[in-house]
């Protein structure tokens, strides 16, 4: 695994290599910025499965999955680095931002969100009450559970490490696997069977509901493989469920752009590497922008 530095302050930070998040990391490094670009173990997935390409400017009639060759080949002369990680949350802190990736937090200046279409199967009130008991992220939130019932659903076995961390925490942990049986669980994390069918709770979390049986806990710990963007950053606008960005590709919160299928329709690459560059280029001057503010106020 390439390491992430976590003592210094990158750039830009580009979540997802997509079209979109590619186009951004080779046109923020034409910038000549310092950027990390996050990304899955196999990147851009949908194109990689469409049989033909007919639309993209002077591509006519390739595959998808040529294309994205292609445009693996071109970052990988760039020099950049895909870093599989997973980003769990997203906050502000002054005039710069932190993302929570695995167990570290890095810092950047701007944030490019670039996660395609993240569509999430949720459980039957799951969304009503997100914050209230039902967390997406145990580093961030564990403590809050210190010596009291935790349930964890994991949707990948990185929900493992989760879990194993927690039992130092609370007082007992479940696991529900949605991905098979589980290899890697603490002794002490109880391992339930059965598929989760229903939240429940008025104003705070109280149970989970299967189709056996009903677990009470104080919290639930949902680790998917994808975590939902409004949960990466519960401040941003979203329009119909897609990020609402400007002509700037700009989102309501400083320093946080988006590009790509997650702005929404229409879904396709050349709109994708467009916003891609728009993203980069607007990222680039916002960073440039605060380096000159900066420089004059300390010449004040």
């Not at 400017?57 to 990680?85: P, Y």
Request: proline share 3%; charged share 20%.
């Amino acid at each position: 695994m390439i390491n992430i530095k976590l003592n210094e302050t990158y750039e830009i930070i580009i979540i997802g290599c997509g079209p979109a998040g590619l186009s951004a990391a080779i046109n923020a490094n034409i910038r000549e910025k310092e950027i990390l670009l996050l990304g899955g173990e196999f990147c851009t997935a949908r194109l990689y499965k469409a049989p033909h390409v007919d639309n993209y400017l002077g591509f006519q009639d390739i595959s998808g999955k040529e294309l994205r060759s292609k445009f693996l080949a071109h970052l990988k002369k760039t020099g950049i680095e895909i870093h599989s990680r997973q980003v769990s949350s997203i906050f502000s802190s002054g005039e710069s931002l932190q993302a929570m990736i695995d167990d570290e937090i890095i810092t950047a200046q701007a944030i490019i969100l670039a996660t395609g279409l993240s569509t999430p199967k949720y459980i039957a009130g799951e969304q009503e009450l997100v914050g209230k008991g039902i967390s997406y992220c145990a580093t961030c939130d564990a403590a809050l559970y210190r010596g009291k019932n935790v349930i964890v659903l994991g949707e990948t076995e990185e929900a493992e490490e989760e879990a194993n961390f927690m039992v130092n925490i609370c007082n007992t942990v479940s696991y529900f696997s949605l991905y098979g049986s589980p290899h890697g669980l603490n002794d002490k994390v109880n391992i339930i069977k059965g598929k989760p069918k229903s939240i429940q709770g008025k104003s705070t979390f109280s149970a989970l509901e299967t189709e056996q049986e009903t677990y009470e806990a104080d919290g639930l710990f949902i680790i998917r493989e994808v975590t939902p963007v409004s949960q990466l950053l519960p401040e941003l606008s979203l329009d119909n469920n897609f990020i609402k960005v400007n002509h700037d590709m700009a989102t309501n919160l400083p320093g946080v752009y988006a590009a790509g299928d997650c702005t929404g329709p229409p879904f396709q690459v050349a709109k994708s590497v467009g916003e891609g560059l728009v993203a980069a280029l607007s990222a680039a001057k916002y960073i440039d922008h605060l380096a000159r503010t900066t420089k004059q106020t300390v010449n004040v």
